[in-house]
């Protein structure tokens, strides 16, 4: 498996904000689940906390990973290890 450093998890996550950009159905689904509005999509794209939570939403749905990886030509694992590079938002069930 291979380690994704934090700059590269940025520059994934970037990608995948504007692949959710180009995504007419997805997109106000990712609005809606964030609160963002368009001006935040701008904005806050430098902002590693609103890229973990592009991420996280990213990899709520298989399909969606699947989707993305195939349009960037990327291994289906790396949007998670992209998540986890980017560090927060860990939750032990525990």
């Not at 995948?16 to 609005?31: K, S, T, Y």
């Not at 749905?61 to 560090?87: K, T």
């Amino acid at each position: 498996m291979k380690l994704i450093s934090a700059d590269y998890a940025e520059t994934l996550a970037l990608k995948a904000l504007g692949w959710l950009v180009g995504n007419e159905e997805l997109l106000p689904v990712f609005m809606g689940s964030t609160g963002a509005d368009l001006g935040d999509l701008r904005s806050r794209a430098s902002d590693p906390a609103f890229l973990a939570s592009v991420l996280d939403f990213l990899t709520m749905d298989d399909a969606w990973v699947v989707a993305f990886c195939d349009a960037e030509s990327l291994p289906y694992d790396y949007p998670m290890q992209a998540r986890a590079a980017l560090g927060g938002g860990d939750v032990h069930w525990t």
